[in-house]
């Protein structure tokens, strides 16, 4: 049964998030705080982080920032805009993907879901281990290296990364993108694409401004080089 960490300040929508959520079958933990969510997570290990942003004290972003420095915990961020500065900032600080209030509890479980596939699944690997350049992916024991040092990087960060690498030179679309990486059929949102090759360039990439990897192809996509 998926573990739920809820970390919102507004009373009404953190019961009625959590009611719905039980309901579908999570075990759910909710907190009023950042400091609480952070402090929680000594204790307890969620599948899955629902942040908004808008706390009180230490706010979603930087709880965002501390959870994403620790490590892989998956994170959706709510948002009382649709603002690309707020969304864009959120992700940036390392969450997957986010859901814009009010948030109808169907749709916060579709991500919730969706989500959770991404960080479990794990590609077929036809290679087991590629040489790029310095950088080295073992597709089967999907590790990365630089200089022969493992890189942390979150699963949609990987995935990301092994599906460009999957053909060096192919322009692949944002929206390809969202399809093959965040979900099959996944309607979202190409800046999740953006914020994430963000992520992975400061990873991978010597001048995250000026990428040998991950190449942006102005108006068409991404690609993965050297080439």
Known sequence: ????????????????????LTYQG????AVPTGEEGL???SSVTPDVVVLDLMLPGVDGFEVCRRIRATGDLPIIMLTARNDDIDVVAGLEAGADDYVVKPAQARVLEARI?????????APVAEVVAERHGDLTID??????TRFGRPVS??????RLLLELSSSPGR??????????VWDQGYLGDSRLVDACVQRLRSKIEDDPAAPVYVQTVR?????????
Do not use: C, N
């Open 219 to 227: 108006g068409f996509g991404y690609r993965f080089g050297p080439l």
């Open 26 to 29: 999570h075990t759910v933990d």
């Open 113 to 121: 879901r969706a989500v959770l596939r991404r960080s479990s699944a």
């Open 39 to 41: 402090d929680l997570l």
């Open 139 to 144: 597709r089967d024991g999907l590790v990365v």
């Open 1 to 20: 049964m998926p573990r739920v960490l809820l970390i919102e300040d507004d009373e009404a929508v953190r019961e009625g998030l959590s009611l719905a």
């Open 171 to 180: 322009v692949m679309s944002r929206q390809q993108l969202l399809g093959s």
């Open 153 to 158: 990087l979150a699963p949609t960060e990987l």
